[in-house]
């Protein structure tokens, strides 16, 4: 399950192993949470583009169509803590040059909101999405 790819990537198709595959299903899940969220936050973006994970295929994970206007990253884990992915994410985003930024993710018996005791970068809101 870890080593053999049998699965593929949700979008590129592109074989993976299994664990790999469960990971990158959650985070376009929580990608899509978090759009679907932003969707109505800002009506003004114009949409979104979304390419969670793909490292230099746009510079943030969700970005608005209207240039500037909203960044977001996302992510899954077991908890926000987990590996240091919202500490680098919180990096990312205080670089970013957008007004509204955002640190999305998913955690298993998290609750389902703004986190602001985890928001640590002025201007960059965290919230944990339902999925």
């Known amino acids: 399950m870890k080593f053999e ?32 969220w932003l969707l109505h936050r800002h009506p003004d973006a114009g949409g979104f583009h979304l390419a969670p994970g793909a490292s230099f295929a746009q510079p943030l994970d969700i970005m608005s169509v209207e240039p500037g206007l909203v960044g977001a990253e996302s992510f899954a884990a077991v908890s926000p803590n987990n590996n240091g992915k919202l500490v680098k994410d ?18 298993p018996n998290f609750p389902f909101g703004r986190v602001t005791h985890l928001e640590k970068i002025t201007g960059v809101e965290v919230h944990c999405v339902e999925i």
Do not use: D, W
């Open 5 to 36: 790819p049998i699965g593929f990537h949700p979008i590129s198709h592109q074989p993976l192993n299994l664990i790999e595959q469960i990971n990158q299903t959650f985070t376009f899940m929580v990608a899509l949470k978090a759009t679907e």
């Open 90 to 107: 919180l990096k990312k985003l205080a670089g970013a040059a957008e007004t509204y930024r955002y640190a999305f993710f998913y955690a």
